[in-house]
């Protein structure tokens, strides 16, 4: 079986970096989309160093562009999303 992918908006730091983290350790691969890019792909390292279950992407919510993006990025990479933390 394949491990759901998890979008966790907000996912940079704090609340959404541990809700992330604990994704993650559940077994589900996590993309943390932040409107901090560098930040977003920062913590993606901090939970994968090697980018084989975490990724950081670019993540303005106020932009619905955006949100296709990310989902047209995951859907190409992991071929789904099926879990979605709207934390930011």
Known sequence: MTADVALVTGGASGVGFAIAKALQAAGHRVA???IDEPGAV?????????SGTAIGLSLDVRQEAAFLGARDTLISRWGSVEILVNNA
């Open 32 to 34: 943390i989309g932040d």
């Open 42 to 50: 920062a913590a993606a390292h901090r939970l994968d160093p090697h």
